[in-house]
């Protein structure tokens, strides 16, 4: 799960990094009484969740109250990467003489979590790690110990030798976010040094673990509902994992690699995946009534297909599931299904009297639904 | 005749008594695997499929001997049940629950290494030696004794390249399923190794997805030092970067972690990459028959 922005720097400051006040706002009224509080100068940034805010023009500096205004009313009018800016944040601009990077995040091949710093902050770090790798320095954290102060210490003089205990001490408070937080990313970027020596955080990002959720609860309860595609939090909710794609061909599945395997075969035979959908190792065919009603709400789907392998999961129920949902409304798009593994017999005796198209293999299914999509006979 | 397990391994269920450690127990016993003793606590003293139930691991290996044990365990509760195993001395842990937080494995895995133990997953299907042992929830409809070792990070999509393998004929000493985590107990490489040196194995497939570089680490390996030929198969080629695709570590960061990188790495070691899963066997003989590993 995504913080905001603001959320992260609520977070980071009550943890005593060096985050300056800010306001959230949603109208231009609001933005400038923040701006005039602050004192005139303000950056005013969207709050969406999503990267590349600056470039998309979502981020500006502001001189008095009354141009505060006029930028967030620009910015509010604003759809970055398919998200509307709802929240505006407003902050005492800064002078900066020096933009620092400094996160934590998990090293999957070393099994552990690690700092990263560089000294070319405010620019995105997967960038600073294409363009120069050198740039980046990297500090392990113990598995059980974590950011030992000897370490945060070689980081923090590493970076920046006139700071460097004041940047351990900022590395150390991070790492506890980090870790007691159960985050998978916690980042400060830009770091900024004021022409007067002083550190500032500009930004802040936190990621927290889905899977860690349930035991901060605090922390769950801010996932902001608005900006999630309505969608997919439908199927969270339903406890389906569906991701919404750009093509025409739906496509229900049961298991993650399975359901990816189905995307790259409608693409190898030349159609276009509407969706990843992974309805889970259960067997309750609840779960494939709320399928169908996702993906049939997604106006650019001309065609839907099963591929369920049984295991855990039972075909006649994903049968049953697919009877339930079409007889309480008849589907509008064709439906091709390829069920095997568990109980498949009973579940191909429960269709065979339905208009439902049937497919024997992977493959069979995928170019069913394709050329059902596209209006033409299988090949 | 098969890595990991053989006919002596002494399982033990960790939550027997749930709905899902339950179900599978009942499979598990079905295939002939010797389910000696399940573990939960405040129910030790009962049996559940006619296995005995102990409150805590330590107490079940005393009495039962088990040497295996299986995680069921809700996921805020599996790592802690994976360091209870490793600290009674189990020396191969599969751990199927799903969700477990990677923080908890973090901390997990250099306690389970430094006890000497093994662990496998967490979030995965667990492992299948045909005729001799299944440890998970492989369907063991769908496998054949064979001559073809398969590693997986995917649970069905691992089933549907294993069916297609019977159904051509083509048998398997071993099928373990890794996990879809980012932080899992064995890796590729480490199932790699085992399948090199076990003298029944002929030939490898790997199926492996988006997201980490495990897929990398093993292209090299086959390259530095395996003789079998291996043959893969990466799904995730059409993922959106960023997006988690349903696993946990299926996410493409950046510009790591993409399947054409997974691809050009394992197709630079050697490796065909099948373009389809069913194409997977069609691959496999080619290399298979080219290296002069065919069947007798």
Redesign the interface.
Known sequence: MNLHEYQARDLLRARGLPVPEHAVVATVEEARQAAERFGGRVVVKAQVLAGGRGKAGGVKLAASPAEAGEVAARILELTIKGLPVRRLLIAPAVDIAREFYVGITLDRDAERPVLIVSADGGMEIEEVARVSPERILRFPLDPTRGLEPFTARRAGFALCPEAGATVADLCRRLAAVYLDLDASLAEVNPLAMTPDGRLIALDAKIVLDDNALARHPDLAARRDLDAEDARERAARERGLTYIQLDGDVACVVNGAGLAMATMDLIQHYGGRPANFLDIGGSSNPEKVTGALEIIQADPNVRAILFNIFGGITRCDDVARGILKATEKSPPRLPIVVRLIGTNDAEARRLLADTPLGTAVSMDEVVQKAIALAHGTSPA | MSILVNRDTRVLVQGITGR?GG?HTKQMLDYGTAVVAGVTPGKGGTTAHGVPVFHDVESAVRATGANASIVYVP??GAADAVCEAADAGIRLIVCITE?????????T???VHARGARLLGPNC?GLLAPGVCKIG???GS?CTPGPIGVV?????????VV?QLTVAGIGQTTCVGIG?D??IGTRFLDVLKLFEADAATEAVVL?G??G??DEE?AALFVRSSMEKPVVG?I??????PG????????IV???SGT?SDKVAALERSGVPVA????AVVECLRSVWQSNGRSTR
């Open positions: 899902d179900f996921p805020l969700g477990v937080p990677v923080q908890d494995m973090v901390r895995l250099p306690y299907p929830i492989l369907p769908i997986s990070r995917s649970g069905t999509l691992t089933y549907e069916y879809g980012p932080l199926i997805e988006i980490g570089s680490e198969f799904a995730g080629r059409t993922a959106p997006r988690r695709m349903g696993h946990a570590g299926a960061s950046g510009c399947a373009p389809t899963p069913s």
